[in-house]
């Protein structure tokens, strides 16, 4: 009988420390919403960051001409009349010059 008296208790602490441990608010659970917490706050602060930059880059578009024109030069190759470009490629260099070309009238007559 004093058996029963050891196993009923140990079985009941033992119950009680598998929920708090494992249980739908046990410790594993919290540790793991507290990761889950931080991981969401370095998201937010890196979409935050980049959400501030694209902020300056509207900013710019909107007002700096030079930045425009970078931005048309680079994403769309675009270029001024009589301009040349010089593009290198691997073992191959091409030049290029720009299709709008000034014409002299020749009307000697």
């Not at 594993?28 to 980049?50: G, P």
């Not at 010089?86 to 299709?99: D, I, L, N």
Request: glycine share 4%; proline share 3%; hydrophobic share 40%.
């Amino acid at each position: 009988m004093s058996l029963r008296y050891y196993i009923i208790p140990a079985s009941i602490i033992l119950f009680i420390l598998f929920f708090t441990v494992f249980g739908k608010q046990g410790v594993l659970r919290i540790h793991h919403l507290a990761q889950e917490k931080e991981d969401i706050r370095k998201k937010a602060a890196q979409i935050q960051a980049e959400n501030e930059q694209l902020k300056r880059e509207i900013e710019a578009l909107k007002s700096d001409r030079r930045y425009l024109e970078s931005i048309a030069r680079k994403e769309f190759g675009l270029v001024r009349p009589n301009e040349i470009i010089y593009q290198f490629s691997g073992k191959t260099a091409t030049v290029q010059k720009s299709a709008v070309t000034p014409r002299r009238s020749s009307s000697h007559h």
